[in-house]
């Protein structure tokens, strides 16, 4: 008989307990940066709310009982020394809640209603059950007692400031189980066939399956590959909303969107096991794509985000993400995917390149997607060389799909337009040593402790040998024992946790290992490749990383984090392996 497989285990203070398609997680983290004492139902339509506080009891006083949370892909325990509680999700709107030896209170998380704020609680006689209804999600949550004693019900159709919810323990068997829902006005009285035991192991069932199509390639040289392939299959949620396709969120924890740069490394991370899903990844933001051709700066549930953009990283992405899927993408998808990078790159080209100027240029650091980097310091309205580069990997990727769809004149015109950006890059930014950025405003230029000055590497074997060879020496300096730190350590305006003025991230790591590789700069992308791969493995999938000390800091639970880790250590697995 072979033994169930019950995935890696994992802190739900760092990673937050959720299933493929849920809106909803389980998680201590209710706020960004913010920790309860208890574990909450956590919603993500409308933006992150904790809605329902959820307590162990002690059944002899009824009182929060002392517990220890275990958590596995497919099960979720307190564990206290009277008894436990466990959870599963049953679907991605539903869990099921059983207990021996500990009550459980299921509690509005926000004690004040207000006309326009907060959680109403009553009981449906229509339903049989309990019933949340939250302002701030707009849903409502449906607690349906299966088996034992409601001891409590406080707080039903209170108004104004008082304790809501409903407390539950064993009946005469010693045991108790609830069904939790989060609906939206009505639905029929909740019934399931299923036991929680069958509930579990079809979930663990769902994320095996998973991570065998993302990771077959594991090993235990790749020790970290299904807690990061739980991250993404956690994150993943169902379309709603503004949310058109499957979306891998880039975290349930506060950073609960899909920004337009970050996708991309999911998308590749998916793409030979799970391609429908990587397709979805690249063109969610497409879908919101505006009448300039720019994409939104975010998407999620129920906000689209126009007032910046993000880097054009989407050629680049595409054109490996298309090598990357098992079946290459037919002439339908072809030519849908070059409208939309058409679209996107001209947006670029018109909106974003000053009257007779060659290159384009960034209007704030955010839309770089190096929101605060030192680039940015002297000016904010500045051409950069990371932005040239893109699109010229960009309007080489038009040039190829216009090949590939037999439109030969397309083909020529933006091939001849990536050499005149290139040439431009070169002629208007190297100084002979390094790349710099050139204000627009004043016509100012100035070099920076920032790796984004040196973000060209992309450009691999397009680069003049010398210019990719100064680049890699320069890439050293920013090597700490955990990877390549955004800002020079030993600059006066390095900072540990300074977002892009320090930390290790991992978009930056991918698109510099691969101009590298590209670049034939070999052992220095291994190294890079291996600092990452060693940072994710002993410090998690954090949103970035303190580069002198490697620990994790702000999201700890970050999608595009554990999907470059993916990235690499799929790649480093096949290079082994020849």
């Given at each position: ?160 400031t008082a304790d809501r919810g409903v407390r539950v323990a064993a009946d005469a068997d010693g045991a108790w189980e609830i069904a939790v829902e989060e609906l939206d006005t009505a639905r029929t009285p909740y019934t399931s066939s299923a036991t929680f035991d069958e509930i579990v192991e079809s979930v663990r069932g769902a994320f095996a399956d998973f991570v065998d199509a993302v990771a077959p390639w594991r090993s235990s040289a790749t020790p970290a590959a299904e ?219 100035w070099s920076s402790g920032s790796l984004l000055d040196l973000m060209p590497v992309v450009l691999g074997e397009h680069l003049p040998a010398e210019v990719g060879s100064a680049l890699a020496d320069r890439i050293k300096a920013h090597l700490t024992p955990y990877g390549l730190a955004t800002e020079l350590p030993t600059s006066p305006h390095y900072l540990a946790d300074g977002y892009w003025r320090g930390p290790i991230w991992a978009p930056a790591t991918v698109l ?67």
């Open positions: 008989m072979t033994a169930a497989r019950t995935g890696p285990a994992f802190s739900v203070h760092d990673i937050p307990f959720s299933t493929y398609g849920s809106w909803f997680d389980l998680s201590p983290v209710v706020a960004e940066k913010t920790y309860a004492d208890d574990l909450h139902l956590v919603s993500h339509q409308n933006g992150m709310h904790a809605v329902l506080r959820l307590v162990p009891l002690d059944p002899a006083t009824g009182e929060r009982a002392e517990t220890r949370v275990e958590a596995t892909p497919g099960l979720l325990g307190w564990i206290g020394a009277a008894g436990r509680v466990d959870l599963a999700y049953e679907s991605p709107d539903t869990v099921r809640l059983r207990g021996r030896g500990l009550g459980i209170g299921v509690l509005a998380a926000a004690r004040t209603l207000t006309p326009f704020s907060g959680t109403y609680f009553f009981h449906d006689p229509a339903a049989g059950a309990h019933v949340f209804t939250s302002y701030e999600t707009g849903r409502r949550y449906r607690v349906t007692v299966l088996s034992g004693t409601v001891t409590d019900t406080a707080g039903a159709q209170a108004l104004g807690l990061a392939a739980y991250v993404v299959w956690s994150a993943t949620v169902r379309p709603t909303g503004l949310v058109t396709r499957p979306a891998v969120l880039m975290s349930k924890h506060w950073m609960d969107k899909v920004w337009s740069w970050d996708h991309c490394f999911n998308a590749l991370a998916l793409a030979p096991g799970c391609p429908g899903l990587a397709l979805d990844q690249y063109h969610l933001p497409f879908d919101h794509q505006d009448h300039s051709g720019a994409l939104p700066d975010s998407v999620t549930h129920s906000e689209v985000l126009h007032n910046f953009v993000k880097p054009p990283i989407h050629g680049w992405a595409y054109g490996l993400l298309r090598r990357r899927l098992p079946t290459p993408p037919g002439p339908a998808e072809l030519a849908a995917a070059y409208e939309r990078l058409e679209r996107w790159t001209d947006f670029w080209l018109t909106a974003r390149r000053a009257p007779g100027a060659e290159l384009a240029h960034y209007q704030h650091g955010n839309d770089s997607g190096w929101d605060n980097a030192t680039t940015f310091d002297p000016e904010r309205v500045v051409v950069t060389a990371d932005l040239a580069a893109f699109l010229v990997l960009q309007l080489r990727e038009l040039a190829a799909l216009a090949t590939e769809l037999g439109r030969a004149e397309e083909a020529s015109r933006w091939t001849a337009e990536a050499g005149r950006t290139q040439s431009a890059l070169l002629d208007q930014l190297w100084s002979g040593d390094r790349f710099v950025a050139r204000g627009l405003a004043t016509g100012a230029t510099v290992e691969d101009g590298l590789r590209r670049a034939g700069h070999h052992r220095l992308a291994d190294d890079i490749s291996a600092r990452f791969r060693a940072l994710c493995e002993t410090h998690g999938f954090a949103e970035n990383f303190d580069a002198l000390t490697g620990t994790g800091l702000r999201d700890r639970a970050y999608t595009w984090t554990a999907g470059s880790y993916l990235l690499l250590a799929e790649a480093h697995t096949h290079r082994e392996g020849r």
